[in-house]
């Protein structure tokens, strides 16, 4: 059983949806961060702005991100229902990055943009982390096969819970 666990869970790292969720991630952060640092220099640097910022940048990365996904990394059918759900998974997300950004503030010096960006890169592996499988579980979890660049091959067609059936090898 673990040994399977790990066979499927070596073959998500190396999938071509994790791939793609990773470059539509930076397009997603370069929104973010663009969007963070306008609304810091506006707003003026301190822990509360910084969470302020951070939810504003964050929903404008989010929409690109909604947008990227939904086509790019798991060729999803946009509608209602999966917008609601990836919402639902984002609030969650842009929650555990503005709590770990606030905490982090807290320990360091917020009056200063470098280290307020420097928070703003620690934080964010256990948000991205919280929307991948979220997105892939929840958001698109009905988008399993289709046509296209984002199709699903035998190697990285997803079990309901998000994990390539066969390994890498193609053994099941």
């Not at 963070?36 to 939810?55: D, E, K, Q, R």
């Not at 919402?87 to 200063?112: E, R």
Request: hydrophobic share 50%; aromatic share 12%; glycine share 8%.
């Amino acid at each position: 059983m673990l040994q399977r666990l790990f066979a499927a869970l070596l073959a998500l790292l190396l999938s071509r949806q994790l791939r793609r969720f990773v470059v539509v991630g930076l397009c997603s952060a370069i929104t973010d961060f663009s969007v963070f640092n306008i609304a810091l220099a506006y707003l003026g640097p301190s822990a509360w702005h910084a969470v302020i910022a951070n939810t504003l940048s964050f929903t404008a990365g989010t929409c690109v991100g909604y947008t990227l996904n939904s086509r790019y990394t798991f060729s999803a059918e946009r509608s209602r229902t999966s917008a609601a759900r990836y919402l639902a998974v984002a609030v969650i997300g842009v929650a555990i990055y503005d709590t770990g950004l606030f905490l982090l503030l807290l320990k360091l010096d917020a009056s200063s943009t470098l280290m307020t960006n420097a928070a703003k890169v620690f934080v964010v592996a256990p948000s991205a982390t919280w929307n991948f499988i979220g997105f892939s579980l929840f958001a698109f979890g009905g988008a399993r096969a289709g046509t296209g660049a984002g199709a699903a091959t035998p190697a990285t067609r997803p079990l309901a819970a998000g994990i390539a059936t066969e390994t890498i090898d193609g053994r099941r």
